[in-house]
């Protein structure tokens, strides 16, 4: 079964620095989306991206985020400065188009990121 | 804003018993998708079972089912014949047509033998 990558799986930065956290969505799909979830709470959409532009962005995604797709395989979100309540886990997830768009997302394992 | 709520922080089962997960939500759209993910320690998200709203009948897999109650805006998870595998956070999740997930706050399910 065709399966969203990330990586690293757990990343630890130091506050201030910025990091690149990496996705492989599945090959046929068009719709990727970074979400985010603090240790113990809810799963935060952070963003979504189609036709190599941001769709739609929450108030999480400030100008300290950015999402790119440098190839027509990778995903990524980098973080510019990053700050101790960055700390989460980063999950990828892709969405396929046509009848199919319908379904859940795919989402990968996640990026632990710790920021210290 | 679309709300999903779970109001179950926690929920125990015994094996082998059936446990229901509840999940409320609140939208004015007629046309949109209900999710349930779980969670295990590994923190995966792994979709469980879905429902569009225009279908009247409830889904199933397996051993997980729903009951989808549009006027009411519910959307319940049973598991049947729980195993110590179903431990894990369950989350209830709403979608519109091609938007992003909403998720509720999850629901600890602990499976005892």
């Known amino acids: 079964e065709p399966e969203v990558t990330q990586t690293p799986s757990h990343q630890v930065t130091q506050m201030g620095q910025e990091v690149i956290l990496r996705c492989v969505p599945i090959?046929?799909?068009?719709?990727f989306y970074w979400y985010r979830q603090i240790l113990g709470q809810k799963v935060e959409f952070l963003v979504s991206?189609?036709?190599?532009?941001?769709?739609?962005k929450s108030e999480i995604f400030d100008d300290q985020f950015s999402v790119e797709r440098p190839d027509g395989s990778n995903f990524t979100l980098k973080i510019r400065s990053t700050k101790l309540e960055d700390s989460a886990m980063y999950f990828c997830?892709?969405?396929?188009?046509?009848?199919?768009?319908?379904?859940?997302?795919?989402f990968g394992s996640g990026t632990r990121l710790t920021v210290v | 804003a679309q709300t999903v709520t779970q109001s179950q922080p926690e929920m125990s089962v015994q094996e082998a018993e059936t446990v229901t997960l509840s999940c409320t939500y609140d939208t004015s759209e007629s046309d949109y998708y209900l999710f349930w993910y779980k969670q295990p320690p590994s923190r995966q998200m792994i979709l469980v079972i879905r429902q569009e709203a225009y279908k009247q009948q409830n889904a199933t897999e397996n051993r997980f089912s729903v009951n989808f109650q549009k006027a009411a805006k519910s959307f319940s998870l049973k598991i049947s014949d729980s195993q110590l595998g179903d431990a894990a956070m369950y989350f209830c999740?709403?979608?519109?047509?091609?938007?992003?997930?909403?998720f509720g706050a999850g629901t600890i399910l602990r499976v005892k033998s």
């Open positions: 997830a892709s969405r396929a188009t046509g009848a199919k768009m319908n379904y859940g997302y795919t």
């Open positions: 991206f189609y036709n190599n532009e941001i769709s739609e």
């Open positions: 090959s046929n799909h068009l719709y």
């Open positions: 999740a709403y979608r519109e047509y091609g938007n992003k997930l909403v």
